[in-house]
């Protein structure tokens, strides 16, 4: 999954950001259209997304929306739109922020970081009877330690980040082993059929990882 995904058709804008956040250690790229911007994200995701509004096919208002439909990623628009109404429609479709433009870029890393700090930089993570400890790499289910794999690990931990949002299997496939990755997509059927024999008390009636058939699984 990528750190960071820059939707800006400004390709000086575009590239100048770009370098100022990989010195920040972040993976970033960069989608100078909507529809680039969409096919990156299914294919790879991105725990943040700093949207342009102002594109040359797809509107920054509409991928916004598209990317909520299946994901809580966080979503900053970046855009010269300054009217009350344009903040107030991007946040309503579900924008996390909202920031001007020309911003500082020394404050939008700033709240990139504060971002990053405070809703990926967690060392346990608690949602029921499951507890896991990214430090330790260590499943708890009901206080007790359970084997996962790193695989196992990483897929569970996607799926709780976006707790209550369907991800779809290309998504959590290219996220968790790679899209040049020389496993098959039947790998993420099976990884999902041992979590589930280890989280859930009735596998076969789970109540935590939830197929949507068509389309992929969801966290409750």
């Known amino acids: 999954m990528l750190d960071i995904l820059v939707v800006e058709d400004n390709k000086e804008i575009g590239t100048l950001l770009s370098d100022f956040l990989r010195k920040e250690n972040y993976t970033v790229t960069v989608a100078d259209t909507g529809e680039k911007a969409i096919d990156i994200y299914e294919r790879y995701g991105a725990k943040v997304i700093i949207l342009d509004l102002m594109l040359p096919d797809i509107d920054g ?3 916004c929306s598209k990317i909520r439909e299946t994901s809580n990623a966080h979503i900053l628009i970046a855009s010269a739109k300054t009217e009350k109404n344009d903040k107030l429609k991007g946040l309503n479709l579900g924008a996390d922020d909202y920031i001007e433009k020309p911003y500082d870029i020394d404050i939008l890393i ?6 990053f700090k405070r809703k990926y930089a967690q060392d346990e993570m608690v949602e029921g009877n499951l507890k896991l400890n990214s430090v330790t790499r260590q499943l708890y289910v009901n206080d007790e330690e359970i084997t996962v794999t790193d695989k196992e690990f990483e897929l569970l931990k996607l799926l709780i980040e976006n707790k209550g949002s369907t991800l779809k299997k290309d998504y959590l496939f ?5 899209s040049d990755s020389d496993s098959y997509m039947q790998t993420l059927t099976v990884h999902i059929k041992w979590l589930r024999e280890k989280v ?4 076969k009636e789970p109540k935590h990882i939830i197929t949507v058939w068509g389309v992929g699984y969801r966290f409750e």
């Not at 700033?110 to 971002?115: C, Q, T």
């Not at 290219?174 to 790679?178: D, K, M, R």
């Open 110 to 115: 700033a709240k990139i970081n504060g971002i």
């Open 200 to 203: 859930e008390d009735n596998p």
């Open 174 to 178: 290219n996220s968790i082993w790679g």
């Open 61 to 63: 208002y509409a991928i």
